[in-house]
């Protein structure tokens, strides 16, 4: 049996069960959510930047950030609108800009 000891997709066990293969799962712990789905952002984003399929690895960035917001308490409304406010106050990235040095 693989090992894999990761946060996983609802649905996944209902994946694996339909193959014929069995998994062995458990619900998280309050304590121990918020560390699997950081852990899970990073995860999708390392696939992502490996991957080919940049637009599936970023619909799996956004359902970790889904899920981080819900998880933190937070509404998407609060965070579309500091998103805002440190785009006008800093800017976006719209002129790829890259800081070599400063002093």
């Not at 940049?54 to 359902?63: G, L, N, Q, R, S």
């Not at 805002?84 to 719209?94: T, V, W």
Request: glycine share 6%.
């Amino acid at each position: 049996m693989k090992t894999f000891r990761k946060l996983i997709h609802d649905k996944i066990p209902e994946i694996i069960a339909a193959k014929g293969e069995h998994a062995r799962v458990r619900v998280l712990a309050g304590t121990e959510f918020l560390p699997a789905l950081e852990n899970k952002l990073l995860e999708e984003v390392q696939e992502m930047r490996l991957g080919a399929e940049k637009k599936t690895e970023i619909a799996d960035i956004y359902e970790v950030l889904d899920a981080l917001i819900a998880a933190y308490g937070f509404s998407k409304e609060e965070i579309i609108a500091i998103q805002a406010r440190k785009r006008e106050e800093r800017g976006g990235f719209e002129k790829r800009l890259f800081l070599e040095e400063a002093e």
